[in-house]
């Protein structure tokens, strides 16, 4: 059985930072895309960064626009882990945050693609 068990969401400042961590167990991710989505409430669940296989130890990676030069996705794959480094946060950076793999049903842009899900994390971001 597959899980993946996000933790390190908190209660920050604006302008802090959080690690997020998600480890995945019961199958091994290397080769697959691992993402974070997040949801805020009233909104839909949206992209915030993935890293898919690129070749040998190499991975490609890729971010929302709003996130673009303050997240960091990267991996270890002995640990079957994949975490999401986020800095210089601010208050729009409040919501659940959910890992996810294996974006084989479409592009992993779309939450619709990905094929396992973590329970969530909350991070809030004071003003």
């Known amino acids: 059985q597959v899980q993946l068990v996000e933790s390190g969401g908190g209660l920050v400042q604006a302008g802090g930072s959080l690690r997020l961590s998600c480890a995945a167990s019961?199958?091994?991710?290397?080769?697959?895309?691992m993402g974070w989505f997040r949801q805020a409430p009233g909104k839909e669940r949206e992209f915030v960064a993935a890293?898919?296989?690129?070749?040998?130890?190499?991975?490609?990676?890729n971010y929302a626009d709003s996130v673009k030069g303050r997240f960091t996705i990267s991996r270890d794959n002995a640990k079957n882990t994949v975490y999401l480094q986020m800095n210089s946060l601010k208050p729009e950076d409040t919501a659940v945050y959910y890992c996810?793999?294996?974006?084989?049903?479409?592009?992993?842009?779309?939450?619709?693609?990905?094929?396992?899900w973590g329970q969530g994390t909350q991070v809030t971001v004071s003003s």
């Open positions: 996810a793999a294996d974006s084989s049903r479409g592009s992993w842009y779309y939450s619709t693609s990905y094929v396992y």
């Open positions: 019961g199958r091994t991710f290397t080769n697959y895309v």
């Open positions: 890293s898919r296989w690129s070749g040998g130890s190499s991975y490609y990676r």
